[in-house]
């Protein structure tokens, strides 16, 4: 089986057996489409709204086991079990079974004193077989036994180009660096290095983070279903895009000075064209439609006729809170009544659906949306796909 | 320089009449303002563990016995340990399918004389989903 990204360009999740074949992580889904058909490997598009519903149902489980829990990615929770008097493995495996009898999701439970040992540890609870999906990290023997047999790559944090430097200092696996001196290491390269170092040593230097903290820049990016070769999808899609940045500028409680817009065309098609701009915003706002007019204007400035774009992309990239925003002398900013206006779209959007309601700059067809060829039903989230049994 | 006294900032204010009186535009104040309650919810009658709680519709009609029908909702609840008689959501060979749990016997029972019951165990793969909580009709043509 096979997952593909937004617009069923590439290969983003794979199964064992996909991997057997040979399918590589990101690989272009046109060059191995008729490898996957002949092998008759299943192949889904992205859904979103399933894979949403079924995070928040783990988050929300999850919950029963630590009162304080981070949410770090769409699959990825860290919970600290600090003065929990329990046998760590024994824990592990109940959070384990909990998820898959109540949400039917198989997961890898990694158990340590700091973030980046508990992110090594469910490394190899996932590697390890022996481990059943459970490793606990809780001495220092466990956790080099570990660290001495990996790569430092494999380390939360450590890239290749990271690594390749810290190859010139003869740091190699995981536990060379560990054991290498975190002030050298520091001079030679960062000062988030030194706090792996001694989160690798069991010593915690990252904190939960709780609340997630409030995105700096906010990009709304996609490509097209179907190249666009007219001004009309370029204009639509600049719209949708700017309309769905600004709502979550909304939900954050932000406004937005700047925005960025960029169009471009394929890379790996001759005359690659890539425009961008940024566009300084009347006043600080969070009003879709102050900012769809910004976004829309400057896509037109940048559209050249005789070009096939294939993405298109709207982002707002100064931001502040509203609530540090001070009145201005001479421009009394965004009005009350707009304020009104948001709240009223957000509130229809969240409770009939979707793009319930919306600017008609953003077009109603979309001949130009994203491709999804393949989705799995949305079986929680949608009255229609609900599964059916037979009785 | 020569200051004179204007009097307390206080009492420069008057006030004609009391704020509150005056902000009263029309209508009375409704009665029941201090008794509102959220309305009834049923979601949150119906079910007790929402993060382990689904939904599925149903085919067939060998449930007619206990009253289940076909193209009824079913609420099924995965946080609920199965037991003796629960109606259940199991997976018979790979389709899904609603059966009351025999336990002692180990056997999935349709309540309907027309069908079988079906052993599990030996050459049955079968995997208890969860437990159905309720079945939900329709007693309007709508679907």
């Known amino acids: 089986m096979v997952v593909l990204s937004n617009n069923d360009g590439f ?93 039917r999701m198989p997961v890898g439970v990694g158990i340590a004193p700091s973030k980046t040992l508990a992110k090594m540890a469910n490394r190899t609870a996932k590697k390890i077989l022996r481990c059943q999906g459970v490793c606990v990290l809780d001495q220092a023997y466990k956790w080099e036994w570990v660290l001495r047999r990996v790569h430092v790559t494999a380390v939360w944090g450590v890239a290749k180009r990271m690594a390749a430097r810290l190859a010139d200092m003869n740091i190699h696996t995981a536990w060379d660096l560990a054991t290498a001196n975190p002030k050298m290491v520091r001079r030679k390269t960062n000062v988030l290095i030194e706090q792996t170092i001694e989160e690798l040593n069991g010593r915690a230097c990252l904190s939960l983070n709780e609340i997630p903290p409030a995105k700096k820049q906010i990009y709304c990016t996609r490509s097209f279903g179907n190249k666009a070769k007219t001004l009309q999808p370029v204009l ?11 709502e979550k500028l909304r939900f954050q409680n932000h406004l937005a000075l700047t925005i960025h817009v960029f ?9 690659f064209h890539s425009v961008s701009d940024v566009v300084q915003l009347p006043y600080p706002t969070d009003d879709t439609r102050i900012i769809t007019h910004a976004a829309r204007n400057a896509a037109k400035k940048l559209y050249r006729e005789g070009h096939a774009y294939l993405k298109a992309g709207v982002g707002l990239i100064d931001i502040i809170d509203k609530k540090d925003y001070q009145f201005d002398l001479f421009n009394s900013g965004q009005p009350e009544r707009a304020d009104k206006l948001m709240r009223i779209i957000d509130t229809i959007n969240r409770t009939e659906g979707k793009g319930a309601v919306f600017l008609a700059a953003q077009g109603v067809n979309k001949p130009w949306y994203m491709r999804q060829q393949y989705t799995s039903p949305q079986y929680t989230t949608k009255w229609n796909d609900i599964p059916v049994v037979k009785a | 320089m020569k ?25 009375f ?49 995965r946080a609920v340990t199965p037991q003796n008689g629960n109606v259940v959501v199991a997976v018979v060979d790979g389709d899904m ?47």
Not at chain 1, 42 to 61: E, Q
Not at chain 1, 236 to 246: C, F, G, K, Q
Not at chain 2, 31 to 60: N, Q
């Open chain 2, 29 to 77: 104040p409704s009665p029941a303002d201090d008794y509102m309650d959220k309305r009834l919810d049923l979601t949150e009658k119906l079910i007790k563990h929402p993060a382990a709680t689904f939904y599925c519709r149903v085919s067939g009609n060998s449930m007619e016995g206990v009253g289940i029908f076909d193209g009824d909702l079913l609420i099924v609840d």
């Open chain 1, 263 to 271: 169009i471009h065309t394929s890379p790996f098609q001759p005359n």
């Open chain 2, 3 to 27: 200051l004179r006294y204007l009097g307390d900032h206080k009492n420069q204010i008057k006030l004609e009449t009391p704020l509150y009186l005056s902000k009263v535009q029309a209508g």
């Open chain 2, 97 to 143: 399918t609603c059966k009351l749990l025999d336990t002692i016997n180990k056997n999935l029972l349709s309540a309907n004389e027309k069908f079988p019951p079906i052993k599990i165990g030996e050459d049955v793969e079968c995997l208890i989903e969860g437990v159905v909580i309720h079945s939900i009709r329709s007693h309007v043509c709508t679907g």
């Open chain 1, 11 to 103: 290969v983003v999740a794979r199964s064992k057996e996909a991997k057997v074949l040979g399918i590589g992580d990101l690989q272009a889904f046109f060059k191995v489409e008729h490898l996957l058909r002949r092998h008759k490997v299943n192949i889904f598009s992205s859904n979103y709204p399933l894979y949403g519903d079924i995070s928040s149902r783990v988050m929300s489980t999850l919950q029963n086991y630590s009162p304080n829990i981070e949410v770090y990615s769409i699959d990825e929770m860290f919970l600290m079990l600090d003065g929990m008097p329990v046998d760590y493995s024994q824990y592990g495996h109940e959070i384990k079974n909990c998820l898959w009898n109540h949400i």
């Open chain 1, 236 to 246: 639509e899609a600049a719209a949708l895009y700017a309309a769905r940045a600004a």
